[in-house]
């Protein structure tokens, strides 16, 4: 950013929560009739997408997708809930924490299926990188959100160099200058 451009006003985490309900069909399903793990990945994504859409006001791109385990299983004919929020909003990148519910239709019971945290980055549309507005945590849950957030930034940041090394030591530095980070 420039020295003439002005830092954008601090977004709340209210501003970027996103929420989307989807009933499960036998097209999202395996032979069993329970929910495929991509497809649930695939919901995940679109859901922090939207709100690291709404934080940035710009296009996002998922750079990263953090460990899941799948819960429960969800059925053909279940209610699958999902609900996001930006954590934290670093230069040109936000973690987005999402957490998905499964709701049985003929029992209105919900059980926690899933939860995720993504990484995304905000482009322009030649797909440079842009800066996102700061996130102001208000509450005692955003702020330890907001701290965790940091938290798995540095160890994302971590791993991403013991990997590099790791693959500098199989493959000598000359083979891996292309390599992802």
Same mark, same amino acid.
């Given at each position: 950013?420039?020295?003439?451009?002005? +830092?954008?006003?601090? %977004? #709340?985490?209210?501003?970027?929560?996103?929420?989307?309900?989807?009933?499960? #069909?036998?097209?999202?399903?395996?032979?069993?009739?329970?929910?495929?793990?991509?497809? #649930?990945?695939?919901?995940?994504?679109?859901?922090?997408?939207?709100?690291?859409? %709404?934080?940035?006001?710009?296009?996002?791109?998922?750079?990263?997708? /953090?460990?899941? /385990?799948?819960? +429960?299983? !969800?059925? !053909?004919?279940?209610?699958?809930?999902?609900?996001? $929020? !930006?954590? $934290?909003?670093?230069?040109?990148?936000?973690?987005?924490?999402?957490?998905?519910? !499964?709701?049985?239709?003929?029992?209105?019971?919900? #059980?926690?299926?899933?939860?995720?945290?993504?990484?995304?980055?905000?482009?322009?549309?030649?797909? $440079?990188?842009?800066?996102?507005?700061?996130?102001?945590?208000?509450?005692?849950?955003? +702020? $330890?959100?907001?701290?965790?957030?940091?938290?798995?930034?540095?160890?994302?940041?971590?791993?991403?160099? %013991? %990997?590099?090394?790791?693959? +500098?030591? &199989?493959?000598?530095?000359? &083979?891996?200058?292309?390599?992802?980070?």
């Amino acid at each position: 950013m420039s020295s003439t451009e002005s +830092q954008p006003a601090p %977004r #709340l985490v209210s501003d970027s929560q996103s929420e989307m309900t989807e009933i499960i #069909l036998p097209n999202d399903t395996n032979t069993l009739g329970n929910l495929l793990g991509g497809r #649930l990945m695939h919901f995940i994504d679109l859901t922090g997408a939207m709100a690291a859409y %709404r934080h940035s006001r710009t296009h996002v791109v998922t750079a990263a997708m /953090d460990h899941i /385990d799948f819960i +429960q299983p !969800v059925h !053909v004919g279940d209610l699958l809930i999902l609900k996001s $929020r !930006v954590n $934290r909003a670093f230069s040109t990148s936000m973690e987005v924490g999402v957490k998905v519910w !499964v709701e049985n239709t003929q029992t209105g019971v919900l #059980l926690h299926v899933a939860s995720a945290y993504l990484v995304f980055v905000a482009i322009d549309q030649n797909g $440079r990188r842009v800066h996102v507005p700061p996130l102001k945590p208000v509450s005692a849950d955003e +702020q $330890r959100r907001f701290e965790g957030a940091l938290r798995r930034r540095e160890y994302r940041q971590a791993e991403a160099r %013991r %990997r590099k090394l790791a693959l +500098q030591t &199989q493959n000598g530095p000359e &083979q891996t200058e292309n390599a992802p980070a």
